[in-house]
């Protein structure tokens, strides 16, 4: 009923938003090129892949992927992917972001509240 239009510009205003948002709390993305079906970013250090998508998925309901192993690279446990495809919204992508700046603030404590939802919020206007 979306039509696939509508799909391909809601999937780039979530990945818009989530690449937004994860600058602004600091994290390097990692694609200068990134497509808009999934997001990137390396973790800060200090920040520990486990722990971090297990207090997400434990404290939030929220499950992102991790890194992975394969065509000659190593990613484990030195990123973590968001997804922007299939049956996401807005209040899908502010609650990940919301609950990936949480626990950046439980791990690292140098983000102001609020930061990733402000950031994101400025492309997501059309959901609002």
Known sequence: DE????VWSRTASLAAATRA??????????SRSPSD???GAYYPTGVEDS?????????HGIHIAGGQKGRGADWSG???RISHMGY?????TLAALRAIETELITAR??????TAEQAARAHLASFF
């Open 21 to 30: 948002a994860l600058a602004a709390l600091g994290l390097a993305l990692i």
């Open 109 to 114: 404590g140098d983000i102001a509240p609020g």
């Open 37 to 39: 079906s999934v997001t």
């Open 51 to 59: 722990r971090f998508r297990a207090a997400l998925r434990d404290k």
């Open 88 to 92: 996401v919204g807005a209040d899908d």
């Open 78 to 80: 030195k990123i973590f």
């Open 3 to 6: 039509g696939l239009e509508n």
